[in-house]
């Protein structure tokens, strides 16, 4: 989708223009998925020789990524501590193994550890950058991005008209679209709205669950039904083109046609296993617990918001980013300033 068509989909007959749209506009950035895009993209380092990439690439993205949508509020969202613990309860093996591969740039880093020891020291900076930044910085411990998106993504949207976009390459995110939500996909530089996933992949969004149960996920260890493959699910399961499916569905639909196909029969014998990766990957059904909750929506109700651009300035300055910004005082008050004025 280009931006002439955003600018459509919002309502909006003039670039930038706010005044015929009369919904809220609300970012929600998955913050580390945002930081390792650009921290292997950009192998950029400051004249010390310190990498910086994912520090200043965070965010010129993020400046970007308002400016091209102009929200009226912003939320980075991070992973916190003990993430994957209530998940890993359900199914031991997920995303096991994920840090095993890393990128490494060899001409700026001696050894993996070094890598990693830079990656922890940027995202540490990072938060400290966006607590002088008049947006909303999340994370709980125990609960993952996804789970703390997906919950505000359902209880941002106050209008008809409001818009929720989720700016994250993560297809997860993809079973959330609604005529509210809106899913940027920094990778194919895509917006995601219902009818784009009914184009793309020729079913609802709400069935994309039952799409990725069916099929797996090999990026978080995530096995599906032995013998399914893209082409073969839609032929064994037209209904996912057909209107929105449950989980019991798809077993009623295998219980009458286990004699029909393997598949179906597999699908029975390992339909345990299968709800357990559906709860693993249903956000409809975010894990967190009340006080999570509670502590979220207290969040969504504040009004306090810092914006100290001196502060800012001086952490830029310190770390000697030098031009990945370019007019610095320019672009903190044209992407920052409007937020300040919106709350």
Not at 207 to 221: H, V
């Amino acid at each position: 989708m280009k931006k002439k068509e955003l600018l459509e989909l919002l309502g909006d007959t003039q670039e930038n223009d706010k005044s015929l749209s009369e919904g809220n506009r609300i970012l929600l950035i998955d913050g580390l998925n945002l930081f390792f895009r650009n921290f292997a993209m950009l192998n950029m380092v400051n004249p010390d020789g310190v990498h910086i990439g994912g520090l200043g690439g965070f965010f010129r993205s993020l400046g970007a990524m308002i400016r091209q949508t102009q929200p009226d509020q912003v939320y980075v969202v991070f992973d916190g501590a003990g993430s994957t613990a209530n998940r890993k309860n359900l199914l031991p093996e997920y995303k096991s193994g994920r840090n095993l591969q890393r990128i490494t740039n060899w001409e700026v880093f001696e050894d993996q550890d070094d890598e990693d020891d830079s990656k922890v020291d940027q995202i540490v900076r990072v938060i400290q950058y966006l607590k002088t930044l008049p947006v909303k910085t999340l994370s709980l411990d125990k609960a993952e991005a996804d789970d703390i998106i997906a919950y505000l993504s359902d209880k941002l949207p106050n209008h008809q008209d409001d818009k929720v976009f989720i700016i994250s390459s993560d297809k997860d995110f993809l079973q959330l679209v609604s005529k509210n939500v809106i899913v940027y996909r920094p990778m194919e530089k895509k917006y995601y709205t219902e009818d784009v996933i009914k184009e793309k992949y020729n079913m609802p969004a709400q069935n994309f669950i039952i799409y990725k149960t069916l099929l797996g996920d090999n990026s978080d260890k995530i096995k599906g039904v032995k013998g399914l493959g893209e082409k073969g699910l839609f032929k064994k399961f037209p209904e996912l083109t057909e209107g929105i499916l449950t989980f019991d569905d798809v077993f009623n639909i295998c219980e009458k046609k286990f004699k029909d196909h393997v598949v179906y029969a597999r699908v029975i014998q390992g339909i345990e296993e299968l709800e357990k990766n559906y709860k693993v990957m249903d956000l409809s059904n975010p894990m967190l617990g009340k006080n999570d909750k509670e502590y979220l929506d207290g969040v969504v109700e504040t009004e306090n918001l810092n914006y100290l651009p001196e502060q800012f300035t001086a952490l830029y300055n310190e770390d000697k980013l030098g031009g990945m910004i370019r007019n610095l005082d320019f672009w903190l008050d044209d992407v920052f300033a409007k937020l300040v004025t919106n709350k």
